[in-house]
């Protein structure tokens, strides 16, 4: 039986950035090379310029810029559309935007070939999640806008295309309000987790390799942008400190956040509590979560967050707002403590009650790694991802 072709459309390069689209692409194309032939076609950023092949995933560079989003996002499906008749799959898959206008192409080409579109975080959850904060700067309002306008061209995409992957019941709601697309249209396949390479290891190892003793250690991963609250974990890691002083808040990332970030710690007098380790290698990663007590998701809208997959396969115990796909991806109370989103207080309160008893901490990230070990991995995911390949082919 000749293996199935599928041609994933993304603009960033999946193995050059880290986040939960990238990582979804890059984990579940190679656990489908026993039975698909996978080739990535993403934009020409950070230097990615000749065809290259990684873990049996082809990768291909279609030109864009490397300036700005959506810029970036807009020369790349340019480039797409010009050449799509030079793309030869089964299927063809786009995540978020990427790929807008696809459908149509096809059609104009008289390809009729099935188009699924992934949709992780909804844009149109997201920019009015966005739009309800009271606190918006111009450069928020600006970004609002285009998230507006991407919202617009992510319907689009999802209205036209044969079916519609997403990632929690959720995004699915909101696909549903928003886009105006029936249930019956719509997978859902959650990501997953690599639970061999996220695992719990030898904490006293991994703190000495980032320079940190045995003082209470929370850890966040992610973009430093306004989706991610990080304005908010600075409010509640001021009563943290009040009560534990020596915490230190470990942050891997950066973003257009990171200036504004450092001035607010130094007026808070907070600068020696927080460490920003900025964007670090991806190998590096497992043993920054084995660092630390507790993880902090401060999101104020999320389709699921590939992260708290990572802090519980990692045996760190999860602290977020209940808001979007947590929900889902975080038992509260078993694998991790919820708060309702927005309150500071009850984030506080929540890490305090983490870092101040190593039983309990013990004891959710032990039930954090059972639970996804068991329902979200990436194996899963590229199952589940096969079996809508093969729907739609029907």
């Known amino acids: 039986m000749a293996k199935l072709r599928l041609a994933v459309f993304n603009t960033q390069p999946p193995h050059l ?20 032939d996978v080739t990535v076609y993403c934009g020409t950023k950070r230097g990615f310029r000749e065809p290259m092949q990684m873990g049996g995933v082809k990768l291909v560079p279609c030109h864009s810029t490397d300036r700005m989003f959506p810029l970036d996002n807009w020369f790349f499906n340019r480039s797409l559309l010009k050449n799509a008749q030079k793309i030869e799959a089964d299927v063809f898959e786009a995540h978020a935007v990427s790929g807008y206008g696809y459908p149509k192409k096809l059609k104009q080409l008289g390809i009729n070939k099935p188009f699924v579109h ?36 992510e319907k689009q ?87 534990r ?22 007026e ?22 084995n660092c630390a007590d507790a993880f902090v998701l401060p999101s104020i809208q999320e389709g699921q967050g590939i992260v708290l997959l990572e802090a519980q396969a990692s045996g760190v115990p999860v602290v977020a707002f209940d808001i979007g796909g947590v929900n889902e991806a975080v038992w509260n109370g078993k694998t991790g403590l919820l708060a309702e989103r927005g309150n ?8 305090l009650k983490i870092i101040g008893d190593d039983s309990l901490g013990r004891r959710l990230g032990l039930a954090g ?16 991802m096969l079996d809508v390949y093969r729907e739609v082919l029907q």
């Open 17 to 36: 950035y880290y986040g939960g689209v990238e990582r979804r692409i890059m984990e579940t194309a190679k656990l489908l090379e026993p039975e698909a």
């Open 118 to 153: 992934t949709i992780h975080g909804v844009l149109a959850d997201e920019y009015q999640q966005a739009k309800q904060s009271c606190s918006q700067s111009l450069r928020d309002k600006v970004a609002n806008r285009l998230m507006h306008h991407l919202a617009g061209l």
């Open 157 to 243: 995409t999802a209205q036209n295309a044969s079916l519609i992957v997403t990632i929690s019941n959720y995004s699915l709601k909101k696909i549903e309000e928003n886009y105006g697309i029936p249930q019956y249209k719509v997978r859902i396949v959650p990501n997953g987790v690599d639970t061999e390479k996220f695992k719990p290891a030898d904490a006293a190892e991994a703190r000495r390799q980032f320079g940190l003793g045995n003082e209470p250690c929370v850890l966040f991963v992610g973009s430093l942008i306004a989706r991610k609250g990080l304005p908010l974990l600075v409010e509640a890691a001021k009563e943290v400190v009040k009560n």
């Open 245 to 266: 002083p020596d915490t230190k808040f470990l942050l891997v990332g950066d973003g257009p956040l990171r200036g504004q970030l450092d001035a607010t710690l130094r």
């Open 268 to 289: 808070a007098k907070l600068s020696g509590n927080f460490v920003f380790l900025n964007n670090i290698k991806d190998e590096a990663l497992p043993a920054v979560y």
């Open 344 to 351: 500071i207080e009850a984030l506080a309160e929540n890490l």
């Open 369 to 384: 790694r059972k639970f996804v070990s068991e329902n979200l991995t990436w194996k899963l995911c590229a199952k589940r």
